[in-house]
């Protein structure tokens, strides 16, 4: 069998020159105290950032308006998360795909959300010495399909126009049957802060699943401006940057470009889309040994002429002259 | 009081080659001499400030786990209420910058020495698998930090995993499986490849510069495939 | 005191940030401090005479 032919971006000849002293025990430590010295002193000079948590008291108190434009898509199912499909629920055509390729839809739900059910009335239904409350909640289960619908349509239209009163929301007279008393209610639970402890415990005493309350923040405004403010959104390149004016992750600067550029920057598929992309690219790097041309590149560049001029200068002085 | 005179197994037996202890044991050896596993020397053409990067990009690897372990010995919302506890997870986070700033520029240099010659590609694969999953690890633990932050970075990039089927079973608003993931497997997977890389520099060495078609390098071995080289 | 002062930091950070805006990208003066650091630091490494060192054969 012919030998492999020798190709200079793949193979090396192994060294047999000259070595020099070499403490690698030493060298760890001294980098190790380097390092220590460098982040001491940007931790005390820098520190870092702690922006306080969103919670739905907050939200409710601060932009009670937005939280019952919010609250009432829950309960009718027109929200971003009623709507979002796999992992939360079975909505059709909501999972994002290329072609054939719908990985979301196979792996289907498993992380259920019903957003009436979880985000208004089990909450509410928490709340059994609040007569009106509940007796809302029973007219409104009570009711026919079209007739919530009804309600419901009519109290989302009333409530782009709400106004804030003394914290409170104020819709202009309609026909909401017991939609209004039930969007109120949760907010006033809300603005008390036993929204947020009903939608983390869901009836357990232990809970770090965070997966409701933070879906129902996240379909109102109010997080979304606080990160529109730090320049957090995605279309602000936010997923490379931090709150104020710390370095964020200056390494994510791929994976958010291509959000930026033609088609993904308006496509309903981006997410899928921009990770096959980074996915093909990552694995492009893992493999660019492998891969003809890309593995020519630091030879066609030369940047190694630099890096080992000392090597080369001497093998020229070592080298016999030409006459 | 009696002495166990019992005779000892001859090592050279023929029933030792058949034992994992000693073929695992033979064979880390033969790969790892200690001469190589910690070396006093180093080849000449080693003389630019370029080769510091590794060892920095462990080196900050270092702290920030001795960094993280400080963290853990008070719980997650420790540094919230401390100005101690703040203070470190200061040092963590700067550790971490520290750890993606040297690794990415010693990842440029290593490139462009095209530093995967000579049988030394699983170096470099190591060597990114590294790079990715530290990513992993440092995005798991933005989402552990229990403030705006991890909820704004979550309830974006739930978008992203959602759509690649993951987010039916890694829930990055589930603040207890993040934080677990951060604390505890992605760390250990971190190490182990970075490790398995850092073996793998030890076993095959620092890569030779190109050759100079000009001036040959001193009594080179041809590599195999190498014309006038063994087969 | 001193001890808040330190462990606390000397330059507050927080607050809103400054961006650069350049076409279609839209930068952070922090990471564009970071990435021009690599850059430079990167030529540096490359470019800085290391300290010469009396060598031996094998």
Known sequence: MSPRRFNPDRDVSEWKGAYVPYDIIKEAVVALVAVAVLIVLLAVVLGSPDDPAVTLKRWSIADPVDFAQTAITELDGTSGTATYGPPYNATPDAAQHMGFFEPAQWFGVHQPVDTAKDFVIGPLRTLPDQFQVQRALNAYQGASPSQQAAWTAAYEKAVSRATEVNGRVVVPAGSYGPVGVIIGSLTAMSQTGGLDGTLLSEGQFYNTNYTKPLLFIADGSFLANIAQAQHLQGNQWGMMNETGNFPGQAWLWLYTMWYQVAPMNSSSNADLEVWVIMMVLTLGLIFLPFIPILRSIPRWTRVYRLIWRRHYHALAQAAPSAS | MTVDTAPTVDASSDGEARQWTARVRHAAESAFPPERLLPDRQPAYMASWIYIFGVLTVTSLAWVIITGCVLALMGPSWWHVSSTGHFFNSLHLWSVEALFFFMVIHLWGKFFMAAWRGKRRLTWITGVVSFVVSIGAAFTGYLSQQNFDSQWISTQAKDGINATGAGAVWNVLNFGQMLMWHIVLLPIGVVLIAGLHVLMVRRRGIVPPFADARHPAPDSTPADGEPGGAP | ?58
């Open chain 3, 1 to 58: 005191m001193l001890l808040g002062a330190l462990i606390g930091a000397l330059i507050n950070l927080n607050g809103s940030g400054t961006y650069i805006h350049w076409g279609f990208i839209q930068l952070s003066v922090a990471n564009f401090v970071v990435i021009i650091l690599m850059i430079v630091v990167f030529v540096l490494a490359i470019l800085l005479p290391f300290p010469r060192r009396r060598s031996r054969r094998q």
